[in-house]
């Protein structure tokens, strides 16, 4: 008997439509009513003609479907609108507006943008083509120390590669390069370099001395957060005996702290130093002691110094600038520092040697100071005649800048008012701690900035995580004039992708004002720049 299943089969299909239908929901289409996608057409890999200019420059890009929009389009360099001076079936023809910066150019209309090519601005700041690092380093560079009669810098940070020349052999958070172009110097004999971060240098008595946040240098231990050096690179040393009358060879500079790295250290003189940190306290190494069953043994002295202290060159504490050595101390022993403070603290040294203090703490030594404060050259106590007459910062202060040319200071950070009066994330002080009235930042958009430096014409750079500055895009970098204006022709620059940690002002190989910039980025002006980027300056 044959089965006929064509029937059975139409029919569970109906029903299984049927069933379908009675469950579906109806919606209406989102997207009805909504605007047609632009019918511009460009490139972004396509080059510009010219491919780079300054303010006012002529600027043609290839697109098509332009015409249709004539009457409503507006074209961007960097979110700053461009004047138009012609379009046509082929592109358009746009003039560089003032304030231009290095970036992607937009297309815009009623709302609707279609991304075109970078365009690249110039100006008067420009990355330095006579700088011969191409590689930059592999870690944050924290500082240039400029060598006293020489023509030579030492690089200092938390590297362990510069420009490639440490692939076979790590260059470790050291080197010296030279001032014309940035090439490494081969002849500093660093050997294994620091196993920590350095921050800072001096140069006293014919001596260099690293600080950081290190506890061996070469192949040297035992020192922790400063060492002396030889000129060459080497770790100075010396011949000493122990109890059981071995000999062995251990650091010249018989010192180091405890309790957080030292970060700053300025040079007092030809034979002191000031340090300071987040360190508690200092010790020192006696190596001819016996222990209590009478083997050798490593003796550590150590008193409460708390944030900053003044040094001999050979590591011995100067108890005469901010100690008592009446007052009961560590394990109850005589002698410490005065208390300092607990909070996050940075520091600069005035053309008068004081030490200017400024970051998160709200009192200094037991005085109630706003984030700020100045010591005395003299005796390390606070300075009277600095008195910002008010209550400081109302927030904490996240970098400062003093310039001995215009002895003045400026600083950054979160704050909103200095003084009681409003002067938001950014303000300029005279050298008493007043505050400066010729200055007035504008409004910082999208980030607070984050570091500054004043130059020696009174010129100044500010770095931060913003996206623009007084309404115009500047992308985490701006130079402003002593009035807090931005400067002009200093416009050029598209974005740097991290913090800046130093900017040391130096010439071109043909002498030429240049600025090195120095930080944690891997990006500048568009351009694969690793922690390390000079650029000349007019």
């Known amino acids: 008997m044959k089965l006929n299943y064509t029937g059975l089969l139409l029919a569970l299909v109906g029903l299984l439509v049927s069933s379908c239908k009675k469950q579906q929901t109806v919606f209406n289409n989102p997207y009805l009513g909504g605007k047609s996608a632009l019918a511009i057409v460009t490139d972004q890999q396509q080059v510009p003609v010219p491919a780079s200019g300054a303010a006012g420059t002529e600027v043609t890009i290839t697109a098509t479907g332009l015409l249709q929009y004539k009457d409503k389009l507006n074209f961007f360099f960097n979110g700053l609108k461009g004047d138009i001076v012609s379009i046509t079936d082929a592109g358009i023809k746009v003039k560089v507006p003032n304030n231009a910066s290095t970036g992607v150019t937009t297309f815009v209309v009623d709302g609707e943008l279609i991304f075109g090519p970078i365009f690249t601005v110039t100006g008067k700041m420009n990355i330095d083509p006579t700088y011969e690092n191409t590689y930059g380093t592999n870690g944050p560079v924290w500082k240039a120390f400029p060598i006293p009669l020489s023509s030579n810098l030492m690089i200092l940070g938390n590297f362990t590669n510069y420009d490639n020349k ?20 081969r002849t500093f004999l660093s ?30 231990g035992n020192m922790y957060g400063i060492t002396r050096l030889f000129t060459d690179g080497k770790v100075d040393t010396t011949q000493v005996t122990t109890y059981l009358k071995k000999t062995i060879f251990v650091p010249t500079f018989n010192g180091a702290v405890a309790g957080g790295p030292v ?18 306290f200092y010790t020192r190494r006696t190596y001819n002691k016996n222990s209590f069953n009478n083997k050798d043994s490593t003796i550590v ?32 022993n005589l002698g410490k520092s005065p208390d300092a403070t607990t909070g996050f603290i940075r520091t600069l040294m005035d053309k008068n040697s004081n030490i200017f203090v400024y970051g998160s703490f709200l009192s200094f030594d ?55 009066k409003p002067s938001k994330f950014m303000a300029q002080l005279n050298a008493d701690g007043t505050i400066d009235n010729t200055f007035t930042p504008k409004a910082f ?51 740097i992708s991290g913090p800046l940690l130093d900017v040391y002002e130096t010439k071109t190989r043909d002498n030429k004002r240049a600025l090195l910039l120095m930080g944690s980025f891997n990006n500048f002006d568009s351009k694969p720049k690793n922690n390390i980027v000079r650029v000349t300056f007019e």
């Not at 440490?166 to 110097?185: F, L």
């Open 166 to 185: 440490g692939a076979v052999r790590p260059i470790n958070r050291i080197a010296r390069v030279a001032v014309s172009d940035g090439s490494w110097d």
């Open 191 to 220: 050997g294994f370099g620091a196993n920590g971060t350095l921050y800072d240098m001096a140069a006293i008595g014919g001596y260099y001395f690293p600080i950081g946040e290190f506890s061996g240098f070469g192949s040297q």
């Open 263 to 280: 970060r700053s250290i300025y040079g007092v003189g030809t034979n002191k130093m000031i340090i300071t940190g987040d360190f508690n």
């Open 301 to 332: 002295d150590s008193f409460i110094v708390r944030r900053i202290a003044r040094l001999n060159a050979n590591g011995s504490l100067d108890k005469t600038w901010r100690f008592d050595s009446t007052a009961v101390g560590y394990k109850a």
């Open 366 to 420: 037991g005085t109630p100071v706003g984030r700020i404060t100045r010591l005395t050259s003299i005796d390390g106590k606070i300075d009277p005649t600095f008195n910002p007459n008010g209550a400081g910062a109302d927030f904490p202060i996240e970098w400062a800048s003093y310039n001995a040319v215009q002895n003045k200071y400026i600083i950054v950070g979160e704050f909103n008012n200095y003084n009681g």
């Open 445 to 495: 958009d999208g980030g607070v900035p984050q570091f500054v430096k004043m130059l020696d014409d009174g010129l100044i750079i500010v770095n931060g995580p913003f996206k623009s500055y007084d309404g115009v895009m500047r992308n985490g970098l701006a130079v402003l004039t002593p009035t807090g204006a931005l400067a002009d022709g200093y416009n050029n620059i598209g974005s």
